[in-house]
């Protein structure tokens, strides 16, 4: 089993789905612009990863029950090191300020930040990290913000 898709619930969804495709090249796969029911699905090469719902009126809180963070996984160091300059680029807002690594001693690890509604995003790679700090030494760097 896989996960098929990830939907989120968004403010304004041309700003969600402008965010969404500049950082990670989304295409979008389907839309509807129709009011109260604006929805768009973006993907690569066709294949659906992301559902955004215009369907909130309030920015992501971390408490309430839901969703913690999305992660998406890297290929390797040369993409996160491509990600963290979009991000720079991008003037995305950051949780930790560099990469760091998921906890003391592992080689897996990476960027932190959020959306434009303050959805927590992690971009990662499984190994390739040895020497980086975790942001917090005695907790995961993606479970405690």
């Given at each position: 089993?896989?996960?098929?898709?990830?939907?989120?619930?968004?403010?304004?969804?041309?700003?969600?789905?402008?965010?969404?495709?500049?950082?990670?090249?989304?295409?979008?796969?389907?839309?509807?612009?129709?009011?109260?029911?604006?929805?768009?699905?973006?993907?690569?090469?066709?294949?659906?990863?992301?559902?955004?719902?215009?369907?909130?009126?309030?920015?992501?809180?971390?408490?309430?029950?839901?969703?913690?963070?999305?992660?998406?996984?890297l290929k390797d160091m040369e993409e996160l090191k491509s990600f963290e300059e979009k991000?720079?680029?991008?003037?995305?807002?950051?949780?930790?300020?560099?990469v760091v690594a998921h906890s003391k001693g592992a080689e897996s690890g990476g960027l932190y930040f959020l959306d434009p509604d303050n959805t927590r995003l992690e971009v990662?790679?499984?190994?390739?990290?040895?020497?980086?700090?975790?942001?917090?030494?005695?907790?995961?760097?993606?479970?405690?913000?």
């Amino acid at each position: 089993m896989t996960v098929g898709h990830i939907g989120i619930n968004v403010n304004n969804l041309e700003i969600s789905k402008k965010f969404y495709i500049a950082l990670f090249d989304f295409e979008v796969i389907a839309e509807s612009k129709e009011a109260g029911r604006k929805y768009a699905f973006l993907g690569n090469n066709g294949e659906l990863l992301l559902t955004l719902w215009e369907q909130s009126d309030k920015k992501f809180s971390d408490s309430t029950a839901g969703l913690h963070h999305l992660a998406f996984v890297l290929k390797d160091m040369e993409e996160l090191k491509s990600f963290e300059e979009k991000i720079e680029k991008l003037n995305i807002e950051k949780i930790y300020e560099n990469v760091v690594a998921h906890s003391k001693g592992a080689e897996s690890g990476g960027l932190y930040f959020l959306d434009p509604d303050n959805t927590r995003l992690e971009v990662y790679v499984k190994k390739g990290l040895k020497g980086y700090k975790p942001a917090k030494s005695n907790a995961s760097s993606c479970g405690f913000f």
